[in-house]
């Protein structure tokens, strides 16, 4: 059993559907175990994707991912980490395979619904930084 985090982005909350995403990461026995809406700050999301830091699309990143709320999530289950990126599907969705979140939801390469941590020790971080132990209930 593993913990993942996932961020539902600006782009799919505008939209309403964070209930359809929801529906996907179920259905692939991902488990939901802790969720809250919240709106990040620019301060927080250009902490969040520091390693992104010197890219060309940096700016319009922390401007897309604080242009809205977002729904931060823990997210457990077996092999949870590789799971949630598989069911996330690609980065850019047109390279994303059927069924997965950015294939069936995504907009773009920018406005792609949803994060999920990359590696464990980014995941532990990741978790740790936007939640308390006692707001996960697995
Ligand atoms: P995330 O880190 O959000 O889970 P990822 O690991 O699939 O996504 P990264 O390469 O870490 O992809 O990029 C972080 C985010 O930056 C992407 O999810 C996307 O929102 C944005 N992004 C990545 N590449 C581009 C690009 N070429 N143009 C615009 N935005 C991009
Ligand atoms: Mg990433």
Do not use: C, W
């Amino acid at each position: 059993m593993q913990r993942t985090f996932s961020i539902i982005k600006p782009d799919a909350t505008k939209r309403n559907i964070t209930g359809s995403i929801n529906k996907i990461i179920e259905e692939n026995n991902l488990r939901i175990v802790a969720q809250k809406r919240i709106q990040l700050t620019n301060e927080q999301a250009e902490n969040f994707y520091d390693i992104h830091k010197d890219k060309p699309f940096f700016k319009d990143l922390i401007e897309y991912m604080t242009s809205g709320p977002v729904v931060v999530q823990v997210i457990q289950g077996d092999n949870a980490i590789t799971k949630y990126r598989e069911v996330m599907g690609a980065t850019n969705p047109d390279n994303a395979k059927e069924g997965t979140i950015r294939k069936i939801h995504a907009l773009n390469v920018q406005e792609n619904s949803v994060h999920g941590s990359d590696s464990e020790v980014n995941a532990v971080k990741e978790i740790d930084f936007f939640f308390n132990l006692n707001e996960i209930v697995g």
